[in-house]
C-alpha cells in the first residue's frame, strides 16, 4: 500500500509524473499479475501490462481513495483476463510448456529455489480445483487486498453472494490441505 502519500502520488501521475506511475506500478504489479496467473491466464506478464496501459490512459478520470484506486485497477485487470479467456476460447491452443522449466533460474541457493517452486507449484494447483468464481474472489480478497463490496464490484456479484463464495472456496481449500495432510 502507498499509504498516506497516496493523495500526492496519485495528483502526480494524472498530471504525468514518470515517478508517480512508477510507485503505483511496483505497489500494484505484483499482486495484479499474480492474479491473473493464478486465474489461468496464457500470458499473465503481456496481459498485466496491456491492464496498466489502461489504467494509465484512464488514469485522470479516476478521482477516489487508495482503496477504491486498487479496486479500480482490479476491474481492469479482472475485464482484460475476461476478455482473455474468451479469446482463447475461440483460437487453438499451442503446445503447453511446462510452467516450472519458465521458473527455473539457474543459481542462487538450490534447497531455497525447489522448496519455492514447490510451494508455487502447490498453490497454483489447489487455486486450479476451485471454481472460476470462488478463485476470483479468493485472489482478490487476498493478492488484490480489496474488501467484500471492492470484490462484489470488480466481478458484479453482490456482497452476499462474494461472501457465500469465499466461504466455500475457502472450505474446499481447507478439506484439500486435509486431504494431503498438510497444516493449514
Given at each position: 500500500?502507498?499509504?498516506?502519500?497516496?493523495?500526492?502520488?496519485?495528483?502526480a501521475?494524472?498530471?504525468?509524473a514518470?515517478?508517480?506511475?512508477?510507485?503505483?506500478?511496483?505497489?500494484?504489479s505484483?499482486?495484479?499479475?499474480?492474479?491473473?496467473?493464478?486465474?489461468?491466464?496464457?500470458?499473465?506478464?503481456?496481459?498485466?501490462?496491456?491492464?496498466?496501459?489502461?489504467?494509465?490512459?484512464?488514469?485522470?478520470?479516476?478521482?477516489?481513495t487508495?482503496?477504491?484506486?486498487?479496486?479500480?485497477?482490479?476491474?481492469?485487470?479482472?475485464?482484460?483476463?475476461?476478455?482473455?479467456?474468451?479469446?482463447?476460447?475461440?483460437?487453438?491452443?499451442?503446445?503447453?510448456?511446462?510452467?516450472?522449466?519458465l521458473?527455473?533460474?539457474?543459481?542462487?541457493?538450490?534447497?531455497?529455489?525447489?522448496?519455492?517452486?514447490?510451494?508455487?507449484?502447490?498453490?497454483?494447483?489447489?487455486?486450479?480445483?476451485?471454481?472460476?468464481?470462488?478463485?476470483?474472489?479468493?485472489?482478490?480478497?487476498?493478492?488484490?487486498?480489496?474488501?467484500?463490496?471492492?470484490?462484489?464490484?470488480?466481478?458484479?456479484?453482490?456482497?452476499?453472494?462474494?461472501?457465500?463464495?469465499?466461504?466455500?472456496?475457502?472450505?474446499?481449500?481447507?478439506?484439500?490441505?486435509?486431504?494431503?495432510?498438510?497444516?493449514?
Open positions: 500500500m502507498i499509504g498516506p502519500a497516496f493523495p500526492e502520488v496519485l495528483a501521475a494524472q498530471a504525468g514518470a515517478w508517480a506511475f512508477e510507485v503505483v506500478y511496483r505497489d500494484l505484483g499482486p495484479v499479475t499474480g492474479y491473473l496467473r493464478l486465474h489461468g491466464a496464457a500470458e499473465p506478464d503481456d496481459l498485466a501490462s496491456e491492464a496498466f496501459i489502461s489504467v494509465l490512459t484512464g488514469l485522470g478520470s479516476f478521482s477516489g487508495e482503496a477504491g484506486f486498487r479496486s479500480w485497477v482490479f476491474t481492469i485487470a479482472h475485464r482484460r483476463l475476461v476478455d482473455d479467456l474468451r479469446r482463447a476460447g475461440r483460437r487453438p491452443q499451442v503446445a503447453d510448456v511446462d510452467e516450472a522449466v521458473l527455473e533460474r539457474p543459481g542462487g541457493d538450490a534447497e531455497a529455489d525447489a522448496l519455492a517452486g514447490l510451494g508455487t507449484e502447490r498453490v497454483a494447483r489447489l487455486c486450479s480445483t476451485l471454481p472460476a468464481d470462488q478463485r476470483a474472489v479468493l485472489l482478490l480478497r487476498i493478492l488484490g487486498d480489496l474488501t467484500v463490496e471492492q470484490v462484489a464490484e470488480v466481478i458484479g456479484r453482490s456482497g452476499q453472494a462474494v461472501k457465500a463464495l469465499q466461504r466455500r472456496g475457502l472450505r474446499t481449500l481447507a478439506q484439500a490441505f486435509e486431504r494431503e495432510g498438510a497444516p493449514l
